[in-house]
T-cell receptor
Framework: GAVVSQHPSWVICKSGTSVKIECRSL??????MFWYRQFPKQSLMLMAT?????????EQGVEKDKFLINHASLTLSTLTVTSAHPEDSSFYIC?????????????FGNGTRLTVT | DAKTTQPTSMDCAEGRAANLPCNHS???????VYWYRQIHSQGPQYIIH???NNETNEMASLIITEDRKSSTLILPHATLRDTAVYYC????????????????FGKGTSLLVTP
């Protein structure tokens, strides 16, 4: 159980366009999901916390108007990279906490590789 | 959250046990130790977690020292597919289970399993 699915797994877009990435919890409900970003040869960096039914909270230095997060249901969160630029090219990964206690581990999607040309 | 220190890289021969150390000397009493791994170009995969007792599951064993200042992840019979970056993360447990908590990833240990 506790499967998190991301779509698409990779996307190439032109500068100035917007890209939407979906994150779904397939077999459980998640009131909270997390979005991470990973640049080559670096570790994962938390971008924002997606909360079902309320606004997302963003980490310092992450522009909320550029990275739009919508958590419309208990199984779906979306990240939209608006007006993408080449420096936004990265590996975007979402995660959600497995049902259970507060100590239950996070489970991660397989990531979305974004390339902006 | 307590900071963790891991070796940058390690090698292990296929079929042998891989022992990955993690130092978390500033850990506090209510902080759990989580281990994840990331195979190239994939999302992190949960391995195991524990508070103070040793834990074992189908993937690995987690040995936590009595003073909880360090731990070791043991892959009993490493295979080539275990080549990955392994992350040791310490995180305080929240008492309100409805809230989420993020995990902060360090640089991890790059484990190379060789034939």
């Amino acid at each position: 159980g506790a499967v998190v699915s991301q779509h698409p797994s990779w996307v190439i877009c032109k500068s100035g366009t917007s890209v939407k990435i979906e994150c779904r919890s397939l077999d459980f409900q998640a009131t909270t999901m997390f979005w991470y970003r990973q640049f080559p040869k670096q570790s994962l960096m938390l971008m924002a916390t997606s909360n079902e039914g309320s606004k997302a909270t963003y980490e310092q230095g992450v522009e909320k108007d550029k990275f739009l997060i919508n958590h419309a249901s208990l199984t779906l969160s979306t990240l939209t990279v608006t007006s993408a630029h080449p420096e936004d090219s990265s590996f975007y990964i979402c995660s959600a906490r497995a049902p259970g206690t507060a100590n239950s581990p996070l489970h991660f999607g397989n990531g979305t590789r974004l390339t902006v040309t | 959250d307590a900071k963790t220190t891991q070796p940058t890289s390690m090698d292990c021969a296929e079929g042998r046990a891989a022992n990955l150390p993690c130092n978390h000397s500033t850990i506090s009493g209510n902080e759990y130790v989580y281990w994840y791994r990331q195979i190239h170009s994939q999302g992190p995969q949960y391995i195991i977690h524990g508070l103070k007792n040793n834990e074992t599951n189908e993937m690995a064993s987690l040995i936590i020292t009595e003073d909880r200042k360090s731990s070791t992840l043991i892959l009993p019979h490493a295979t080539l597919r275990d080549t990955a970056v392994y992350y040791c993360i310490v995180r305080v447990a929240r008492s309100n289970s409805n809230s989420g908590y993020a995990l902060n990833f360090g640089k991890g240990t790059s484990l190379l399993v060789t034939p």
